[in-house]
């Protein structure tokens, strides 16, 4: 998928809930859900991070190269930006191939993830280490503002930041190694959204 990336995101505290409203609408389950693996990569420098531009490998089903540009502010608030992204055939081969020329990794994450389809919109459903998420990606803020209103959720609750970005902003407090989001790592710690600045939206 190479083009611009338009969504929403939203913390919940019921997903399920959220989930039993998409099959009243007769969503399409795309992808049922998987554990997705994330590593972020940089220069030494931090050249990606300081121009806000992401390089990532992900491994769920398959293993994908995303590339992506510094985010935007659409009407409304939703956030976009450029995003190249490819399937590579091997996840190991492709870490080995970045580590080669010069990039190292700087962070990982992972989380589950469900994805439905609703009127040529992409709805995920995320379950990370500190709490329950939902992605809405569409092709303009309409759709998007759409389909969150029939999922019944808050707009003005919207998160503005990336998963890694909110946990940088506890893992100080919890003593946590911030380039490391698992579930490991978090196992036994209950992070406060409060603490991240978030409110649930449903």
């Known amino acids: 998928m190479n083009g611009q990336e338009i969504e929403a995101k ?72 450029q995003e190249i992204e490819f399937e590579v055939g091997d996840f190991d081969s492709a870490k080995q191939f970045l580590e080669a020329i010069g990039f190292q990794v700087v962070v990982f ?8 389809e609703l009127n040529d919109t992409h ?17 303009n803020v309409e759709s998007i503002h759409s389909i969150a209103d029939l999922l019944g959720l808050n707009w ?7 998963y890694h970005a909110l946990f940088e902003r506890v893992a100080g407090k919890y003593g946590l190694d911030v380039s490391k ?3 490991e790592n978090l196992e036994g710690v209950t992070i406060k959204t409060t603490d991240m600045g978030i409110v649930a939206a449903d």
Not at 156 to 162: L, N, Y
């Open 156 to 162: 003005d609750a919207m998160v503005k930041a990336g």
């Open 181 to 183: 989001l698992s579930f």
């Open 10 to 81: 939203f913390h919940v505290q019921n997903l399920r809930k959220i989930e039993l409203r998409l099959l009243e609408l007769k969503a399409q389950l795309i992808q049922p859900r998987v554990h997705e693996v994330n590593l972020r990569f940089d220069r030494p420098d931090g050249e990606l991070r300081n121009s806000f531009r992401v390089l990532r490998l992900r491994q769920d089903a398959i293993a994908r190269f995303t590339f992506k540009g510094p985010s935007m502010e659409k009407e409304g608030g939703i956030l976009s930006r």
């Open 123 to 139: 709805i995920m459903l995320d379950e990370l280490p500190y709490g329950s998420f939902i992605e809405i990606e569409g092709e």
């Open 109 to 116: 994450y992972e989380k589950f993830r469900t994805t439905y």
